[in-house]
Protein backbone atom coordinates (compact mmCIF):
# COMPACT_ATOMS: atom_id res chain seq x y z
CA UNK A 1 0.00 0.00 0.00
CA UNK A 2 2.94 2.36 0.50
CA UNK A 3 4.57 1.88 -3.05
CA UNK A 4 1.28 2.65 -4.39
CA UNK A 5 0.56 6.13 -2.53
CA UNK A 6 4.87 6.76 -3.22
CA UNK A 7 3.84 5.97 -6.89
CA UNK A 8 0.97 7.93 -6.80
CA UNK A 9 2.54 10.82 -5.34
CA UNK A 10 5.50 10.74 -7.15
CA UNK A 11 2.91 10.91 -10.36
CA UNK A 12 1.27 13.48 -9.69
CA UNK A 13 4.56 15.68 -8.66
CA UNK A 14 6.38 14.23 -11.98
CA UNK A 15 3.21 15.55 -14.03
CA UNK A 16 3.05 19.26 -11.49
CA UNK A 17 6.91 19.50 -12.49
CA UNK A 18 5.98 18.57 -16.50
CA UNK A 19 3.48 20.79 -16.76
CA UNK A 20 5.08 23.53 -15.37
CA UNK A 21 8.24 23.60 -17.43
CA UNK A 22 6.47 23.09 -20.13
CA UNK A 23 4.17 26.46 -19.41
CA UNK A 24 7.45 28.21 -18.71
CA UNK A 25 9.57 26.64 -22.06
CA UNK A 26 12.13 24.75 -19.92
CA UNK A 27 11.95 21.16 -21.39
CA UNK A 28 13.00 21.47 -24.90
CA UNK A 29 13.09 25.03 -25.94
CA UNK A 30 9.87 27.36 -25.35
CA UNK A 31 6.87 26.93 -25.53
CA UNK A 32 4.75 27.61 -28.67
CA UNK A 33 1.46 28.26 -26.85
CA UNK A 34 3.57 31.35 -24.59
CA UNK A 35 5.08 32.81 -27.94
CA UNK A 36 1.69 32.72 -29.66
CA UNK A 37 0.07 34.79 -26.72
CA UNK A 38 3.40 36.95 -26.74
CA UNK A 39 2.97 37.63 -30.13
CA UNK A 40 -1.18 38.72 -29.71
CA UNK A 41 -0.39 40.81 -27.27
CA UNK A 42 2.56 42.82 -28.89
CA UNK A 43 0.91 45.26 -31.15
CA UNK A 44 2.69 47.89 -33.28
CA UNK A 45 2.02 51.52 -32.03
CA UNK A 46 -0.72 53.63 -34.06
CA UNK A 47 1.22 55.66 -36.70
CA UNK A 48 4.51 53.40 -36.57
CA UNK A 49 6.84 53.21 -39.59
CA UNK A 50 5.40 55.98 -41.01
CA UNK A 51 5.67 59.62 -39.78
CA UNK A 52 2.83 60.90 -42.30
CA UNK A 53 0.40 58.43 -40.90
CA UNK A 54 0.85 59.26 -37.38
CA UNK A 55 0.77 63.08 -37.94
CA UNK A 56 -2.11 62.20 -39.77
CA UNK A 57 -3.83 60.16 -36.78
CA UNK A 58 -2.61 63.60 -34.47
CA UNK A 59 -4.34 65.93 -36.72
CA UNK A 60 -7.72 63.77 -36.92
CA UNK A 61 -7.31 63.22 -33.16
CA UNK A 62 -7.29 67.40 -33.05
CA UNK A 63 -9.99 67.47 -35.22
CA UNK A 64 -12.13 65.87 -33.42
CA UNK A 65 -11.72 67.51 -30.67
CA UNK A 66 -12.16 70.83 -32.42
CA UNK A 67 -15.26 69.58 -34.06
CA UNK A 68 -16.89 68.87 -30.45
CA UNK A 69 -17.72 72.48 -30.33
CA UNK A 70 -19.89 74.28 -32.42
CA UNK A 71 -18.30 77.40 -32.89
CA UNK A 72 -15.01 75.76 -33.69
CA UNK A 73 -16.48 73.20 -35.91
CA UNK A 74 -17.51 75.99 -37.67
CA UNK A 75 -14.70 78.44 -37.54
CA UNK A 76 -12.33 75.27 -39.87
CA UNK A 77 -9.77 76.14 -37.65
CA UNK A 78 -6.43 74.48 -40.51
CA UNK A 79 -4.60 71.76 -38.36
CA UNK A 80 -0.88 70.71 -38.95
CA UNK A 81 0.45 67.97 -37.14
CA UNK A 82 4.17 67.17 -36.69
CA UNK A 83 4.73 64.14 -34.07
CA UNK A 84 9.15 64.51 -34.52
CA UNK A 85 8.04 67.73 -32.30
CA UNK A 86 5.27 66.41 -30.61
CA UNK A 87 3.45 70.01 -31.87
CA UNK A 88 0.43 70.79 -33.54
CA UNK A 89 -0.32 74.44 -35.34
CA UNK A 90 -3.56 75.64 -35.34
CA UNK A 91 -4.63 78.18 -38.12
CA UNK A 92 -7.44 80.17 -39.15
CA UNK A 93 -9.83 82.74 -37.63
CA UNK A 94 -12.47 82.84 -34.37
CA UNK A 95 -14.60 85.31 -33.51
CA UNK A 96 -13.32 85.84 -30.00
CA UNK A 97 -10.31 85.61 -27.76
CA UNK A 98 -12.22 82.87 -25.84
CA UNK A 99 -12.96 81.07 -28.77
CA UNK A 100 -9.15 81.00 -29.61
CA UNK A 101 -7.90 79.82 -26.15
CA UNK A 102 -10.87 77.24 -25.98
CA UNK A 103 -8.83 75.82 -29.50
CA UNK A 104 -5.62 75.97 -28.32
CA UNK A 105 -7.17 74.02 -24.37
CA UNK A 106 -8.94 71.41 -27.03
CA UNK A 107 -6.03 70.63 -29.23
CA UNK A 108 -3.32 70.24 -26.05
CA UNK A 109 -6.05 67.96 -25.04
CA UNK A 110 -5.48 65.75 -27.71
CA UNK A 111 -2.69 64.32 -26.45
CA UNK A 112 -0.76 63.88 -23.60
CA UNK A 113 2.65 66.50 -24.02
CA UNK A 114 1.84 68.30 -27.28
CA UNK A 115 2.52 71.51 -27.40
CA UNK A 116 0.50 73.85 -29.68
CA UNK A 117 1.73 76.57 -31.85
CA UNK A 118 -1.16 79.27 -31.93
CA UNK A 119 -1.44 81.09 -35.47
CA UNK A 120 -5.51 81.70 -34.91
CA UNK A 121 -6.65 85.06 -35.60
CA UNK A 122 -9.35 87.10 -33.84
CA UNK A 123 -11.73 88.58 -35.90
CA UNK A 124 -14.25 90.90 -34.40
CA UNK A 125 -17.08 92.98 -36.49
CA UNK A 126 -15.01 92.60 -39.85
CA UNK A 127 -11.23 93.34 -38.38
CA UNK A 128 -8.84 90.95 -37.37
CA UNK A 129 -6.42 90.95 -34.43
CA UNK A 130 -3.13 89.07 -35.36
CA UNK A 131 -2.19 85.66 -33.72
CA UNK A 132 0.56 86.18 -30.94
CA UNK A 133 4.22 86.14 -31.37
Known amino acids: MEKLILGLEGRI?????????????????????????????TKTPVGAGSIRAANHELEQAV???????????????MVIADVTRNQVTLSGSVGSSEL?????ELARGAQVGVSVNDRI?????????APPS
Open 13 to 41: YGLVLISLSAASGFLGGRSWVGQEAMAQE
Open 63 to 77: RAKLDSNGELRAARL
Open 100 to 104: RQKAI
Open 121 to 129: EVRRNGTRS
